[in-house]
């Protein structure tokens, strides 16, 4: 993802991003998390995009992969014709990030307003002009070139409501997997997530955690 991203998109938007903000440079980095986010540090010009191993992951499976902002975009947007897939999800997610990246390069992200009617006049564009199918062949050819597993299978949005009418505020879970494992507490419920405060080894660090990674720490009897 990292090296599409800087071979399809910001090769092509270099020029036009450096003629408004001199020496800006991107640099795209695998973070450890879930978090994927774009950031600029206007004190270096350096435009910063981090794709979360576990959001990666999460996107594998219908089961995990519905609750993201992606996936609502390509369906109510009709991106790559409406349809969620692997591959689909991730080359968008791709596409979501650098248009942060020209929205902020545009002076158009402001705090408090950053999925704007500019945002995602950036990102229809990108859908529009080619950029995004561009991007989806690109990170299916690299995964090819490396032996890596990238669905194309389309498949359906899982209905999040009736799992988090399971859930509760006070309800002890478990979520990751391996050494990755946490364990906390729900302390909110919301419309596609829980607000989760970490127990144990995860102690003092608070998660909000897709409704359809989370299992019971004590199953119920």
Same mark, same amino acid.
């Given at each position: 993802?990292?090296?599409?991203?800087?071979?399809?998109?910001?090769?092509?938007?270099?020029?036009?991003?450096?003629?408004?903000?001199?020496?800006?440079?991107? @640099?795209?980095?695998?973070?450890?998390?879930?978090?994927?986010?774009?950031?600029?540090?206007?004190?270096?010009?350096?435009?910063?995009?981090?794709?979360?191993?576990?959001?990666?992951?999460?996107? @594998?499976? #219908?089961?995990?992969?519905?609750?993201?902002?992606? $996936?609502?975009?390509?369906?109510?947007?009709?991106?790559? $014709? $409406?349809?969620?897939?692997?591959?689909?999800?991730?080359? @968008?997610?791709?596409?979501?990030?650098? +248009?942060?990246?020209?929205?902020?390069?545009?002076?158009?992200?402001?705090?408090?307003?950053?999925?704007?009617?500019?945002?995602?006049?950036?990102?229809?564009?990108?859908?529009?002009?080619?950029?995004?199918?561009?991007?989806?062949?690109?990170?299916? *050819?690299?995964?090819?070139?490396?032996?890596? +597993?990238?669905?194309?299978? #389309?498949?359906? #949005?899982? *209905?999040?409501?009736?799992?988090?009418?399971?859930?509760?505020?006070?309800?002890?879970?478990?979520?990751? +997997?391996?050494?990755?494992?946490?364990?906390?507490?729900?302390?909110?419920?919301?419309?596609?997530?829980?607000?989760? *405060? $970490?127990?144990?080894?995860?102690?003092?660090?608070?998660?909000?955690?897709?409704?359809?990674?989370?299992? #019971?720490?004590?199953?119920?009897?």
């Amino acid at each position: 993802m990292c090296t599409v991203t800087r071979d399809r998109l910001w090769q092509p938007a270099e020029q036009w991003v450096r003629e408004r903000n001199p020496g800006s440079v991107l @640099h795209c980095r695998v973070g450890s998390g879930q978090a994927t986010y774009h950031r600029y540090d206007s004190r270096d010009r350096q435009h910063l995009i981090t794709y979360g191993a576990r959001m990666i992951a999460a996107k @594998h499976q #219908p089961e995990t992969a519905s609750g993201w902002l992606s $996936g609502r975009e390509i369906r109510k947007r009709g991106y790559f $014709g $409406g349809e969620l897939s692997t591959l689909n999800l991730l080359a @968008h997610t791709c596409c979501h990030e650098f +248009a942060h990246l020209l929205q902020q390069s545009a002076g158009q992200r402001y705090r408090g307003s950053v999925h704007n009617r500019h945002f995602y006049t950036i990102l229809d564009e990108l859908h529009e002009n080619g950029a995004a199918q561009a991007t989806r062949k690109a990170l299916a *050819d690299e995964a090819r070139e490396q032996g890596l +597993a990238l669905p194309d299978t #389309p498949f359906e #949005p899982v *209905d999040t409501r009736q799992q988090i009418a399971h859930w509760q505020v006070g309800d002890t879970v478990r979520f990751g +997997a391996g050494r990755r494992e946490l364990h906390g507490q729900i302390i909110r419920v919301n419309r596609k997530t829980c607000t989760v *405060d $970490g127990i144990g080894h995860s102690k003092g660090v608070r998660y909000r955690v897709p409704v359809q990674v989370l299992s #019971p720490l004590t199953p119920p009897r």
